[in-house]
């Protein structure tokens, strides 16, 4: 029989500490960098959901402005609608440069600054 203060007993009693410690360890930083997801993604969201207003808001102005200017509202949303049509375009026919390239050099820089 072995003693329960034998040294074999207490390196076993440290390895099970330390195995401890990392996992708790490990979901503490879990934990962290979810809610830093979650937060970030939350903040995205209200900036799209106001910007989105805005522009809704901007839109309908300068289209009744143009409708005023050319005697025919339909034709101040119809010219505002071909310029959204326009960026549309533009920005399908770039998203890989513009918009892909940076969301995933954002994301490198992120998980760069968090190690």
């Known amino acids: 029989m072995q003693e329960e203060d034998?040294?074999?007993?207490?390196?076993?009693?440290?390895v099970k500490q330390?195995?401890?410690a990392?996992?708790?360890?490990?979901?503490?930083?879990?934990?962290?960098?979810?809610s830093a997801a979650v937060?970030?993604?939350?903040?995205?969201?209200?900036?799209?959901l106001t910007a989105s207003i805005v522009i809704v808001f901007l839109?309908?102005?300068m289209a009744l402005l143009i409708g005023k200017q050319l005697g025919e509202p339909a034709l101040g949303y119809l010219c505002v609608a071909g310029f959204f049509l326009l960026v549309g375009i533009i920005l399908y026919?770039?998203?890989?440069?513009?918009?892909?390239?940076?969301?995933?050099?954002?994301?490198?820089k992120r998980l760069a600054n968090d190690k």
């Open 39 to 48: 937060s970030s993604l939350a903040k995205i969201a209200i900036l799209l």
């Open 6 to 14: 034998s040294p074999l007993n207490h390196l076993v009693q440290h």
């Open 59 to 61: 839109s309908v102005g």
């Open 22 to 34: 990392r996992i708790a360890l490990a979901k503490l930083d879990t934990a962290a960098g979810m």
């Open 18 to 20: 330390y195995v401890e």
């Open 93 to 108: 026919a770039r998203h890989d440069k513009w918009i892909q390239l940076r969301i995933a050099n954002e994301v490198l």
